[in-house]
């Protein structure tokens, strides 16, 4: 027999594809990624309900007085004060959204388009700066706009982006000189 012909003789066809444990690979695949997603969702749930102590987010008041600043941009999430990877679900807290900020002499008012709008009075602001990051979300030194405020007997930092992040400065000195004016005040009370 020629070359020619042992190499034809020897030709297999070409191997089949088994449908069925491909099939079953990505069925197994989905099950996985579908509990996984349930279990999130569930820690989720629990994180609520372990912080179910934390009283109903105040509304703003019917007249707040005239704006001193508005910021539009995203809205980020709260934590408890100094631990920035305790996120803070209750009440909706953990949505992130779009947010509109308005300052006035009554407080911080914050609507979230798609999620729970809160207030946070003048006098339950302690402190503003500019940070790095806060649960899940990590932007550049001085990136994010973060606000210290009690509601209860919890101390809760807030993290904002602005769509125009050179308004963080003057938003930090606005509310700080605010929480200055409101502790003398109060002090001299």
Do not use: C
């Not at 508005?70 to 009440?91: C, E, F, K, N, P």
Request: glycine fraction near 10%.
């Amino acid at each position: 027999m020629t070359p020619v012909l042992l190499l034809a003789a020897e030709k297999e066809s070409a191997q089949v594809t088994d449908w069925a444990a491909r099939i079953g690979w990505v069925v197994g695949l989905a099950l996985f990624v579908a509990l996984v997603y349930w279990l999130m969702r569930e820690g989720w749930k629990w994180r609520g309900t372990l912080q179910g102590d934390l009283p109903e987010l105040p509304t703003a008041p019917d007249d707040p007085g005239p704006a001193k600043l508005s910021m539009s941009g995203r809205y980020h999430g709260s934590t408890t004060a100094g631990q920035w990877l305790d996120r803070i679900v209750a009440h909706g807290l953990g949505t992130r959204s779009r947010a509109e900020l308005t300052l006035t002499d009554a407080g911080l008012d914050v609507v979230r388009p798609g999620a729970k709008d809160f207030f946070v009075p003048a006098a339950a602001l302690r402190e503003a700066r500019l940070d790095k990051g806060i649960a899940g979300k990590a932007l550049t030194e001085g990136g994010l706009l973060v606000v210290t405020w009690e509601h209860g007997d919890r101390l809760i930092d807030s993290g904002f982006r602005s769509d125009h992040a050179a308004e963080h400065h003057e938003w930090v000195q606005n509310l700080n000189s605010m929480i200055e004016t409101n502790t003398r005040e109060g002090a001299e009370r």
